[in-house]
């Protein structure tokens, strides 16, 4: 078995470690990507507000709605990113019989993963995204029933969207492919030249973690707002409905200005580089623990130093 697997599991498992312990930070930015009216009496006026009101109003189960899908999602995510970007990594690194990527190189391998990522886990983050907005609408409601699953989710935008609709905002998605071509480039590229001259140690994967994730995020963030609102059930109002990437920009601006486009950022940078940096790290320091247990199991012939 290669190491692409061992990368895709320690990356999966990095992958939840991260997620869960910064979910209430997506929360937070997703509702104030989503919110459109910022005169309502209920809507938040920052992050802290947000945050506040979500708490008060819905409890500590407020700030992880969704968390269900979300987990299997970053696994999933994660999982299957390693899987493609280590194997095209390899193939490059056999190719040219180089230890390490060129920077094109690691732009390529990470556009290929990037896309791969995007189609087969598009429809988990569609969930994820309505689960995350429809909580609160719920809870306000007396006598509302139990908050929705991720199941009962899926299935109700098949019966009412169509299965096509778990695949909305796929194209800023893709488009967002360019996120992690920036992060994973950055950070090969730094890893690189530290490692050039010592050996790198967990915080060191924390810090170019977060370094490589704060230029990626702050560069796509206003394609980030928009594919959250097109994963969200679209309105019949003409100037909520985005019909395309594009379209969606520019009503953002129209009706919200350009401070429209960054709504909820803050959280979603601090989210972005905690999440990154805690990835990094627990998928180096699980990747080892990983290729001792496949070896257990016997599914590995010999341990490959990494």
């Given at each position: 078995?290669?190491?692409?697997?061992?990368?895709?599991?320690?990356?999966?498992?990095?992958?939840?470690?991260?997620?869960?312990?910064?979910?209430?930070?997506?929360?937070?930015?997703?509702?104030?990507?989503?919110?459109?009216?910022?005169?309502?009496?209920?809507?938040?006026?920052?992050?802290?507000?947000?945050?506040v009101?979500?708490?008060?109003?819905?409890?500590?189960?407020?700030?992880?709605?969704?968390?269900?899908?979300?987990?299997?999602?970053?696994?999933?995510?994660?999982g299957?990113?390693?899987?493609f970007?280590?194997?095209?990594?390899?193939?490059?690194?056999?190719?040219?019989?180089?230890?390490?990527?060129?920077?094109?190189?690691?732009?390529?391998?990470?556009?290929?993963?990037?896309?791969?990522?995007?189609?087969?886990?598009?429809?988990?983050?569609?969930v994820?995204?309505?689960l995350?907005?429809?909580?609160?609408?719920?809870?306000?409601?007396?006598?509302?029933?139990?908050?929705?699953?991720?199941?009962?989710?899926?299935?109700e935008?098949?019966?009412?969207?169509?299965?096509?609709?778990?695949?909305?905002?796929?194209?800023?998605?893709l488009?967002?492919?360019?996120?992690?071509?920036?992060?994973?480039?950055?950070?090969?590229?730094?890893?690189?030249?530290?490692?050039?001259?010592?050996?790198?140690?967990?915080?060191?994967?924390?810090?170019?973690?977060?370094?490589?994730?704060?230029?990626?995020?702050?560069v796509?963030?206003?394609?980030?707002?928009?594919?959250?609102?097109?994963?969200?059930?679209?309105?019949?109002?003409?100037?909520?409905?985005?019909?395309?990437?594009?379209?969606?920009?520019?009503?953002?601006?129209?009706?919200?200005?350009?401070?429209?486009?960054?709504?909820?950022?803050?959280?979603?940078?601090?989210?972005?580089?905690?999440?990154?940096?805690?990835?990094?790290?627990?998928?180096?320091?699980?990747?080892?623990?990983?290729?001792?247990?496949?070896?257990?199991?016997?599914?590995?012939k010999?341990?490959?130093?990494?």
């Open positions: 078995m290669s190491d692409n697997v061992a990368h895709a599991l320690s990356g999966a498992g990095g992958g939840i470690i991260s997620m869960a312990l910064t979910y209430p930070l997506i929360t937070v930015g997703t509702r104030l990507q989503v919110q459109r009216n910022n005169k309502d009496a209920s809507a938040y006026s920052g992050n802290i507000d947000a945050l009101k979500i708490f008060s109003q819905e409890g500590i189960s407020g700030l992880f709605s969704g968390l269900e899908s979300a987990i299997f999602g970053a696994a999933l995510t994660n299957v990113y390693y899987y970007f280590e194997a095209v990594k390899a193939a490059f690194e056999r190719a040219s019989q180089r230890k390490s990527m060129t920077t094109v190189e690691s732009m390529i391998s990470g556009a290929v993963a990037g896309a791969m990522t995007c189609i087969i886990t598009n429809p988990i983050w569609v994820n995204t309505r995350t907005v429809k909580q609160k609408k719920q809870a306000d409601v007396e006598g509302a029933e139990a908050a929705p699953t991720t199941l009962s989710t899926f299935a935008i098949i019966r009412e969207d169509g299965v096509l609709s778990l695949w909305q905002g796929i194209i800023p998605a488009i967002l492919v360019i996120n992690p071509i920036i992060q994973y480039t950055a950070f090969e590229q730094l890893k690189n030249k530290v490692e050039s001259f010592r050996k790198l140690g967990n915080m060191d994967f924390f810090l170019l973690g977060a370094v490589s994730k704060l230029a990626a995020t702050s796509t963030y206003p394609y980030i707002l928009v594919k959250s609102r097109m994963q969200l059930k679209q309105s019949k109002n003409e100037n909520e409905r985005y019909d395309s990437l594009m379209d969606g920009l520019r009503k953002v601006i129209k009706h919200e200005g350009i401070a429209g486009l960054y709504k909820g950022i803050e959280s979603k940078l601090l989210q972005s580089v905690l999440t990154a940096s805690l990835l990094f790290m627990s998928k180096e320091a699980l990747f080892s623990y990983t290729i001792k247990l496949l070896l257990l199991i016997g599914a590995r010999a341990a490959i130093a990494k």
